[in-house]
């Protein structure tokens, strides 16, 4: 009584909070009436504090977190119980409602379903009791019941059980469900799912994705319904709600149960629907032709030919065009196009089916004067100016094209950018003085892909004076070998100094192309390319430097360099650090801690993989030095000592002579801490753990050998293998004890 009583106090909160998340299905449990009535007031606040539990939930990765996870389990248990199966359900409708980030499978709305499944109900309330629950709820939230409704129709499913209550008995004697409360409880659904969706566009559209699941009798009300619907006059955007929805079932009626002449019966009734439901005026009726993702058309026939479709709805927009500038010319039509999800279709169709050439330059004049690329009127106006010559093309662009000198430049770089990027429309632009040709380029929006080699380098270099060295890369991003690599290199430089920062970036893949042309050119210089894979690093797979061959190349070369790059990382030994570093410095250090930490080629090693023993002394000799005089001796060592266990293998001793006396004489903690990491690194990161330590017995049984190895020529090598050694000794026995606990606890 007492535990009752201090639960019944915790629930009455107002909304259980985050920190007793866990918690919630033992409290429910212990005091269900009072957790419920605290759900309920909490839902009623004009805050809903239990909110919180699915606003502060994320999705996603590592930081995933969901705490209303506790909260599905608490309602599970308590739904067990007939007499409460109604307040949950409402509950759990009302919560389906809060929107979360995440995807997770056990929301509010499939604990709710799961309550009324027919196969598998959660709860052990009989079947006329779950449609009672079902028909309240129905009243009080039609929309989550419908949804309900149709999600009981299925033909194939598939559940997990619900959390069952820990203490109380509200889930004792429940029986296997019969096939007559299966089909009870279908029927009931498929009657609900009628009545709710009477006289509602939307919900008549999803009971048509149901018709081969339910009876003739069902079917015929569904029709009923939507005749109806039909003759009660619905408004335009309910027509088009279940006109869209139609074309989406004939699409889909074409695959399934029916066939031949029963199939074409079936789709017959539905076009007359959508006939039927066509508003009068045309631009209703016909603006999901010139939808984005608009459906197929809706024909008779198995499956629909995808071919005769795009032939069907092309002579239907073409009819449309010509209907609209038939009975209000060209203004109507360009009216329609800017209400439409694709202008650019309707300009396009207008110049083929030879609009009139008065109406396209009125319209411009009175659409004007600047035309922003992305906004309707733009697209329209370059489906108006970007159609072939063979259909009328040249006329219109001429026709606009000499009314431009009486537009500032910017305005007439506007109407030109929606010409095709081509040498004719750059003739016309020479016609012009120097300045509007200057707006062209900043103005012009070439694509992805252009034709002719000359016409290629005159747009890049183009581009490339107006600033603009995102656009030019777009065009050979995928055909790199087309641009000459000090060409690339420029426009990869404006990018780095801050040009034309609102455009688009050339893809990940696209920069490693651009990459790969300036390396395969071997009269390009090797120094300008490092520099450039510095700036750009980032823009590789994680910043993987082994995908830059120059820049890893000039780093284990040049001494100055490397020392360079663990400057811009490490502060100088004695320096103040009370002052923040500037977001370029930050930047800098971001890029050169990858470089370093990525680095996988030590000095000496050629470009056919051998090792110049002399070459890697004085680099080592140098840098050392070079660090020293800088203040960062120290960090050099550590970064370096890191480097050196990727020293070609030497066989039978694994590192190379020079690299050994290198480590042994410079006898630095700095340089011996580096190497051990470097070395620990090398066994990889998380990997699957048999329990029996023999990965790790390996690696100690290796560095035990080359302790010996090394034990009279490079003794203090010797103990740092020896101490790698021991340390992976210690992980496999740790490995061997905690598989036993485990083990032994059963966990």
């Avoid at 290629?456 to 600033?467: D, E, N």
Wanted: proline share 5%.
């Amino acid at each position: 009584r007492i535990c009752l009583s201090k639960a019944g106090k915790l629930c009455r909160k107002t909304g259980p909070p985050q920190s007793v998340s866990p918690y919630l299905p033992d409290l429910a449990e212990a005091a269900p009436e009072t957790f419920l009535k605290a759900l309920e007031d909490s839902l009623r606040l004009p805050d809903e504090p239990v909110a919180a539990l699915f606003t502060e939930t994320r999705g996603g990765g590592v930081t995933m977190v969901n705490y209303f996870w506790a909260l599905m389990h608490a309602l599970e248990r308590i739904a067990w119980a007939p007499h409460r199966l109604t307040r949950v359900a409402l509950v759990l409708a009302e919560l389906s409602r809060i929107p979360y980030d995440g995807n997770f499978g056990s929301d509010a709305y499939a604990t709710l379903l799961q309550l009324f499944r027919a196969w598998l109900p959660q709860t052990n309330a009989r079947l006329d009791q779950r449609m009672a629950a079902l028909e309240t709820l129905a009243k009080r939230r039609p929309d989550e019941a419908f949804r309900v409704a149709v999600d009981l129709l299925h033909r194939r499913d598939s559940a997990s059980p619900a959390e069952r209550p820990h203490w109380r008995d509200d889930d004792s004697g429940r029986a296997d469900v019969t096939d007559d409360e299966y089909f009870g409880a279908l029927r009931h659904a498929a009657t609900l799912m009628i009545r709710l969706a009477e006289g509602n566009a939307e919900r008549l559209g999803k009971c048509l994705n149901k018709l081969d699941l339910l009876g003739r009798d069902e079917q015929h009300r569904i029709y009923a319904a939507i005749d109806t619907f039909i003759a009660s006059d619905p408004s335009v955007e309910e027509r088009q709600t279940l006109r869209d929805l139609l074309r989406g079932y004939v699409e889909q009626a074409k695959y399934g149960p029916l066939s031949g002449a029963a199939l074409n019966a079936h789709l017959r009734r539905m076009i007359a629907y959508h006939d039927r439901l066509a508003p009068v005026k045309v631009e209703d009726r016909d603006a999901w032709l010139f939808q984005q993702n608009r459906r197929a058309a809706p024909t008779l026939g198995q499956k629909a030919d995808w071919r005769a479709n795009d032939e069907q709805i092309t002579n239907w927009q073409e009819a449309t065009v010509r209907e609209l500038l038939g009975h209000g010319g060209f203004e109507r039509l360009a009216n329609f196009a800017i209400s439409v999800e694709e202008p650019w279709d309707v300009g396009n169709l207008a110049v083929r089916l030879a609009a009139p050439t008065a109406g396209i330059l009125k319209w411009i004049e009175t659409a004007g004067p600047e035309f922003q690329w992305g906004a309707k009127s733009t697209q329209f106006l370059a489906g108006l100016m970007r159609v072939a010559s063979t259909h009328n093309g040249d006329a219109v662009r001429l026709a606009a094209f000499k009314t431009l000198q009486d537009r500032t430049p910017q305005d007439a770089a506007a109407i030109l950018a929606c010409f095709p990027v081509t040498r004719e429309t750059w003739d016309l632009v020479e016609q012009l003085p120097e300045t509007y040709a200057a707006a062209y380029w900043k103005a012009a929006r070439p694509g992805h892909f252009m034709e002719g080699e000359e016409d290629l380098l005159y747009a890049l270099t183009s581009l490339q004076s107006a600033g603009r060295p995102r656009t030019a890369l777009l065009l050979i991003e995928h055909d790199s070998g087309r641009a000459p690599s000090p060409l690339i290199a420029d426009l990869l430089e404006g990018i780095l100094q801050g040009e034309e920062p609102e455009g688009q970036m050339p893809g990940r893949h696209g920069l490693q192309s651009l990459f790969k042309a300036m390396e395969d050119d071997g009269s390009f210089d090797r120094l300008r390319l490092a520099q450039l894979e510095f700036g750009y690093i980032k823009a590789f797979a994680y910043g993987d430097i082994r995908l830059l061959a120059t820049l890893q190349r000039e780093v284990a070369s040049s001494p100055s360099l490397y020392v360079d790059l663990v400057s811009a990382i490490y502060s100088a030994e004695g320096d103040d650090r009370s002052k923040p570093p500037t977001d370029a410095e930050k930047s800098t250090a971001s890029n050169a801690y990858q470089i370093l930490t990525g680095l996988r080629r030590i000095p000496g090693i050629l470009d056919n993989g051998s090792f110049e023993p002399e070459q890697f002394h004085t680099f080592a000799e140098s840098a050392l030095d070079l660090s020293g005089k800088c203040g960062r001796r120290n960090a050099f060592l550590s970064k370096f000592g890191e480097l050196l266990v990727h020293a070609p293998d030497a066989p039978p001793n694994w590192l190379p002579p020079a690299v050994a006396d290198f480590i042994e004489d410079t006898d630095d903690d700095r340089l011996w801490s580096g190497f051990s990491i470097g070395v620990m690194n090398l066994s990889g990161g998380v990997r699957w753990v048999k329990g029996d330590g023999v990965f790790y017995d390996e690696k100690a049984d290796r560095f035990d050998a080359l302790a010996t190895a090394w034990s009279t020529s490079h003794p203090k090598l010797a103990a740092a293998f020896a101490e790698i050694a021991s340390s992976h000794r210690s992980r496999a026995n740790r490995e061997r004890v905690v598989h036993r606990v485990r083990q032994e606890l059963g966990v």
